[in-house]
């Protein structure tokens, strides 16, 4: 396994397009999640997954963001109508185990840049 | 509501000089405690962990921490700085409850190492 992958690295688009961002965790995690990050700030949690039940979102997940994993294994990060503030760095972490203590390991992330 | 600060936004120092990398964070328990490293345009690597136990914790590359409850921090030391480990750092606490257990990052510190 190779850890985390995500696709694509780097994506520029004009506002008002939309974009979607792909994660493949580590085979065996159940947990994945997706975080940004914008210059400067450390990473900002925005949504968690248990296999393929979407069970936290967080505040900065607006009603333009929609994020998927359909069999538990890979998940999808959709924006749409993307603004100039959702310029940021994606990044998707998974790990393994239903209780105790929680390391996640990240992918390199999708950078996304909003013209 | 969990929170990590990281007082110092940028610190040089010369290689083979020692470092200390400061944390504090806020949490109604006994947390979860990270550091992460990130180099330009890469994921973040987990450096080290904490979660019970032995309040001195040893990590990879040579770094380590210290769990001080009385003072709500988690520093990052090493004792002689390379080149490569120039860098942004990352403190971050994670949850012992809830299901999603996400973490809750710092804004970083960038280390310069000079020759």
């Known amino acids: 396994d190779t850890g985390v992958s995500q696709d694509p690295r780097h994506k520029i688009t004009k506002r008002g397009q939309n974009v979607t961002f792909r994660c493949d965790p580590i085979?065996?995690?159940?947990?994945l999640y997706w975080y940004r990050q914008t210059l400067g700030q450390g990473p900002e949690f925005l949504t968690y997954?248990?296999?393929?039940?979407?069970?936290?979102k967080s505040r900065l997940l607006s009603d333009r963001f929609s994020a998927e994993r359909p069999k538990g294994s890979f998940s999808t990060l959709e924006i749409q109508r993307t603004e100039q503030g959702d310029s940021a760095m994606y990044l998707c972490?998974?790990?393994?185990?239903?209780?105790?203590?929680?390391?996640?390991?990240f992918g390199a992330g999708s950078r996304l840049t909003v013209l | 509501a969990q929170s990590v600060t990281q007082p110092d936004i940028h610190i040089t120092v010369s290689e083979g000089a020692s470092l200390e990398l400061r944390c504090n964070y806020s949490?109604?328990?006994?947390?979860?405690l990270f550091w992460y490293v990130q180099s330009p345009g890469q994921g973040l690597q987990l450096l080290l962990k904490?979660?019970?136990?032995?309040?001195l914790v040893q990590g990879i590359k040579g770094f380590e921490a210290e769990f001080k409850r009385s003072q709500s921090s988690f520093n990052l030391r090493k004792p002689s700085v390379h080149w490569s480990d120039a860098a942004e750092y990352f403190c971050?606490?994670?949850?012992?409850?809830?299901?999603?257990?996400?973490?809750?990052f710092g804004s970083g510190t960038q280390l310069t190492v000079l020759p």
């Open positions: 972490a998974s790990s393994s185990g239903y209780s105790g203590a929680n390391v996640l390991t």
């Open positions: 085979s065996e995690h159940n947990r």
């Open positions: 997954f248990q296999n393929e039940a979407q069970l936290e």
């Open positions: 949490y109604g328990a006994t947390p979860y």
């Open positions: 904490y979660f019970s136990g032995d309040t």
């Open positions: 971050a606490v994670g949850s012992t409850s809830g299901s999603a257990r996400q973490l809750t």
